[in-house]
């Protein structure tokens, strides 16, 4: 590992001694919020100005608030100005960015090898028609989130699979029999955060969005035993309430945090109002991987989110834009901001230096983040948050009965084939 993280540190200085003399100074703009990497950017801007002589590097500051921030982006690109020339893309924007020619292919400086450091999941959400067009910086995921005073109160071992949560939950509720207990809680309003929960459950299924040929797979028998177990939850197993159906993070995050949930499954935000001092189940709970259903052992489970650093298509500073890029993404600068900010790395392989070796919580995301699955973003581009809508749809039908889980599948399949003109 040790010699792995000398030669992936290097890659920065290569990449500086790499670039063109300069006789005058070259000024870079780097877009990205100051809540979300806030307290790792200028380290890394000053850094790479040292590497660099005669390179400054502007930090704009915008709204980490997705949504607002693409808004600006779009904006910048839509009247092709060459800045920013680096910016942080949310993990579901690489398709449509690079189908519209808005962000630059970086394979060409970002190898195989290079890639293999990162996390997958992330490299595959910035992988379009073969070329990589993004480089991961800080990620994020949904966890599955657990009353370990309860589990060890019944003497039952934390639950890796779907079915082992299932007979958990109805031990604790049975021998609880308290009337404001459910066994699980999460996001299952009609959001996006449905569509990654569905994913979730049926990548763990051992399912995926499109099959090896590339059609639309989501009404597969592995989406049909998925979707039905979510349905399973509420009215079979009787281990979540029908209250999930109009839940968001902060709403399940609420139930669980007063301690009205043995088992909650939503993003990682979520650890640190859980963990306060004043939190009724502090010290009570800890988390893992999302379950995945008995037989998938190796299957993906953790829906992913978080953020890549990409290149101006426009930027007329390429080389030293893709420097900045690859510089923000080196071992040593995700390790500097993992340590002293908290940041969960892109790189796959920072979660295992020992500096990491204090803190665990990180070190547990990255196990969990590891087992990643991302949006089907990449290969639908623009088109991706009409599929989005779609899938949120028909899960949701599912969920409510409205139809069965093979109808919603099926409507599902068949509308997507519509918005792809498959």
């Known amino acids: 590992m040790k010699y792995v993280s000398k030669a992936v540190a290097s890659l920065a200085i290569s990449a500086a001694m790499l670039l063109p003399s300069l006789s005058s100074a070259q000024e870079l703009v780097l877009s990205i919020g ?12 000053e850094s790479f100005e040292a590497a660099n002589p005669g390179v400054k590097v502007e930090w704009l500051k915008i709204s980490d ?6 808004k600006l982006y779009v904006t910048s690109f839509l009247a092709k100005s060459p800045t920013p020339d680096v910016f942080a893309v949310d993990i579901i924007w690489p398709g449509e960015f690079a189908k519209r020619g808005w962000i630059a292919p970086l394979s060409e400086y970002f190898d195989a090898e290079d890639a293999a450091a990162y996390n997958q999941a992330f490299i595959e959400a910035a992988t379009v ?6 480089i991961p910086l800080i990620v994020d995921g949904t966890l599955f989130f657990y009353r370990k005073d309860l589990l060890d109160k019944y003497d039952l071992a934390v639950p890796n699979t779907w079915e082992e949560v299932i007979t958990a939950a109805k031990t604790v509720l049975d021998g609880e029999n308290d009337p404001q207990l459910t066994g699980f809680v999460s996001m299952w309003a009609k959001i996006e955060g449905l569509f990654m929960n569905w994913l979730s459950f049926f990548y763990g299924n051992g399912g995926s969005f499109f099959d090896d040929s590339g059609n639309v797979a989501v009404a597969s028998n592995e989406a049909v035993v ?16 029908e209250s999930i159906l109009n839940m968001r993070p902060d709403d399940a995050r609420t139930l669980f945090q007063q301690g009205r949930s043995v088992f909650l499954m939503v993003q990682d935000f979520v650890y640190a109002p859980l ?27 953790t829906a992913m989110g978080g953020f890549l650093l990409a290149v101006n298509a426009n930027t007329e500073n390429k080389e030293l834009a893709v420097a900045l890029a690859k510089h ?3 071992y040593d600068r995700q390790l500097w901001a993992a340590v002293n900010a908290s940041k969960s790395p892109g790189r796959q392989d920072v979660y295992d230096d ?9 070190r547990k995301f990255g196990e969990a983040y590891a087992a990643g699955v991302v949006r089907p973003s990449a290969p639908t ?8 809508d779609v899938m949120q749809l028909e899960i949701t039908n599912a969920l409510h009965r409205t139809k069965t889980v093979e109808e919603a599948l099926k409507d599902a399949e068949a509308a997507i084939n519509k918005i792809l003109d498959k």
């Open 275 to 301: 963990s306060a001092e004043d939190s009724p189940v502090a010290g009570k709970f800890d988390f893992k991987r999302n379950p995945y259903f008995a037989g998938n052992e190796g299957a993906p489970s």
């Open 328 to 330: 923000l993404g080196s």
């Open 354 to 362: 020992p500096a990491m070796a204090d803190n665990e919580v990180l």
């Open 65 to 70: 608030v997705p949504g607002e921030s693409r």
């Open 226 to 241: 998925a979707t039905q177990t979510m349905v399973d939850l509420i009215y079979k197993h009787e281990i979540a309430n």
């Open 381 to 388: 581009g623009s088109l991706y948050p009409k599929v989005s």
């Open 129 to 134: 028609d073969g070329e990589v067009y993004g």
């Open 34 to 45: 100051s809540r979300g990497y806030g307290a790792a950017v200028e380290p890394a801007i």
